[in-house]
């Protein structure tokens, strides 16, 4: 096997974790790559939302995953092109579970409350602590983000508070900017100035 079926597909999704996953993700995959294992990594980093709706669904137990801090991914064996949901205790996936533990990784397999296949978890040094280390935050833009600003500074801010980033101020930013104040002892007023943006970037 040259690629893996789903080659480009895992390869975007591994570009989502954070980085000390990425890297031991991308170690896993080229061993898997190396042993002609095919695989699907269909999920890595989540959403609030998203984790919200499989808890909901009750595809999930927690809304503490290690996916919504870029430190998890899912994955299923393909077998014959297809995906193998039942083949994890089969040759050679199991190999493939054995050798990503022993370079970090838990497998959700070996849970025993919430028994979880597809789920690999690089815990690093604990819940949320691979993250990239900057020398220092972004700079304030210079003007209030509120409702109906746009551009990179309000991705920039989505992405701190864990919502969809897609650049548009809209009722769901207003709303996380207000619940993140309100935590953090700030005037309640659902714009970001310096103070906020100070504050989101610590």
Known sequence: MTNPTYHERNLSNINKLAPNTKQAALKWYNYCIKNNIDVLIYETTRTKERQEELVDNGK????KSYHLVGQALDF?????????????D????????KYAKSIGFTWGGDWSSFVDEPHLQFEYKGYGTDKVLE???????GTILKSGSKGNSVKLVQKELGITADGIFGPITDRAVRNFQKKNGLTVDGKVGPKTWAKLFD
Not at 60 to 63: A, D, K, P
Not at 90 to 97: H, M, N, V, Y
């Open 60 to 63: 999930s137990q927690t809304r």
């Open 90 to 97: 089969t040759e050679p996936f199991k190999s493939a579970i």
């Open 135 to 141: 020398a220092k935050p972004p700079a304030y833009p």
């Open 76 to 88: 299923v064996p393909i077998v014959n092109g297809k995906e193998g949901w039942n083949s994890y």
